[in-house]
């Protein structure tokens, strides 16, 4: 979810923004004159983001290419042998 203030309002709110972008997939975008400026987001985001971003800018290929199998055959609904459903897990740990 993103939401969009002022430079003013980001000023004034600072602490309670802050307490908001903490929340998983929170955004703010912070405008000035108009125009958006910046992005405050959690740091745990902003940590996802970077490394995303370099996963994606790495030249050796292999890495990208790994990922984006693995989320093709989970979509399909494949799985290796020695995966274990989450239920199964769960029982298995008695959680």
């Given at each position: 979810m993103s939401k969009t203030v002022t430079a003013s309002e980001a000023r004034n709110n600072?602490?309670?923004?802050?307490?908001?972008?903490?929340?998983?997939?929170?955004?703010?975008?912070?405008?000035?004159?108009?125009?958006?400026?910046?992005?405050?987001?959690?740091?745990?985001?902003?940590?996802?983001?970077?490394?995303?971003?370099?996963?994606?800018?790495?030249p050796d290929v292999t890495m990208r290419q790994d990922i984006l199998g693995g989320i093709a055959e989970m979509k399909s609904g494949k799985r290796p042998k020695d995966t274990v459903n989450l239920d199964i897990l769960k029982k298995k740990l008695k959680l």
């Open positions: 600072f602490f309670a923004i802050l307490h908001e972008v903490e929340t998983p997939g929170v955004s703010i975008v912070i405008t000035y004159e108009g125009h958006p400026k910046g992005v405050l987001m959690s740091i745990d985001e902003f940590e996802s983001w970077m490394e995303t971003m370099e996963i994606m800018a790495d």
